[in-house]
């Protein structure tokens, strides 16, 4: 080998070993941004209410860490992130919030648009954003998964369960709640701009009383209409007068409801891609109705 080929062969050799290690970068990178939005993480104080405090796990056995985890995964490989409130306590267990995302966004995205994360830790609860798989039965039994599994690690309320989605995700937060192998997983459920209609549910056995919380858009051309089907639908398996009252803010609630249970439906007039951000905190309130009431 001459110097010139020599000179060759080191630059082509600088220049694969530049790829070579230039791919976990770029993996890396990739895994960063499917991660993080970009826009810092805002965590909750939360004040742990004496009904709480019995002391429900062990914290010892409690690997997962306070404040913000990435990239945690369910068996098939549907990726979600964590957070807690900044003073978890690992013997206290914690209701859940479990956030679906929409088609074409992932769970950094769904933390930036839905903005939960402080007032639902505030409030008390972990929170877990997971990404959005192709929808099918199969995939929603798998997001089912995600609170069990989290419960191994952070001291989790299997019982309190609340579940919220947009679109996709909001059609996989209300199939968890009626598919028979999962309708145990969810306390309550706040789907919205969901892609399913009274046919998809009318010859479906109801799930025993849950309080729903049905957000739709009167603009939305791609659902158009669906919010108050299911509504209804849901009114009926909960058993509520068959007319609801107006309660404000574009919401309506179905009255007496067996055990006691909330059935209402808000529609607001933005677009079907959009999340009513406006709905994010009532949301976390409904829920905490159901929570502090049991």
Not at 248 to 257: K, P
């Amino acid at each position: 080998m001459n110097i010139a080929q020599l000179k060759s062969y080191l630059l082509e050799s600088n220049r694969w070993q530049k790829v070579l290690f230039g791919l976990p970068v770029i993996a890396l990178v990739g895994m960063l941004w499917l991660d993080h939005s970009g826009v810092p993480v805002e965590l909750g104080q939360t004040v742990y209410r004496p009904d709480m405090l019995h002391r429900a796990c062990q914290p010892d056995l409690m690997s997962g860490d306070t404040g913000e985890t990435y990239g945690e995964e369910t068996e098939n490989g549907i990726n979600y992130n964590v957070r807690t409130p900044k003073n978890y306590d690992a013997s206290i267990a914690h209701p859940l919030l479990l956030v679906f995302s929409p088609a074409g966004a992932n769970r950094a995205k769904t933390e930036k648009m839905t903005g939960f994360t402080l007032p639902a830790t505030r409030s008390g609860f972990i929170v877990a954003y997971a990404d959005h798989p192709e929808l099918s039965p199969s995939t929603t039994v798998e997001l089912g998964t995600i609170p069990h599994a989290m419960a191994k690690k952070w001291c989790i309320d299997e019982k309190q369960v609340y579940v919220t989605g947009h679109s996709d995700g909001g059609t996989s937060a209300m199939a968890l709640a009626f598919m028979t192998g999962t309708r145990h997983v969810p306390t309550a459920i706040a789907p919205s701009a969901a892609g399913v209609t009274y046919e998809d549910l009318r010859d479906r056995k109801c799930p025993e009383p849950l309080p729903v919380m049905i957000m739709h858009s009167s603009k939305d051309r791609l659902f158009p209409g669906y919010g108050q089907q299911t509504a209804g639908w849901w009114a009926a398996c909960n058993k509520c007068a068959p007319i609801p009252d107006t309660i404000g803010n574009g919401c309506v609630a179905y009255s007496g409801c067996a055990n006691g249970v909330k059935t209402v439906y808000c529609e607001g007039d933005k677009p079907h891609a959009q999340w009513p951000e406006q709905r994010s905190d009532a949301i976390i309130d409904f829920f905490l109705h159901h929570h502090t009431s049991m």
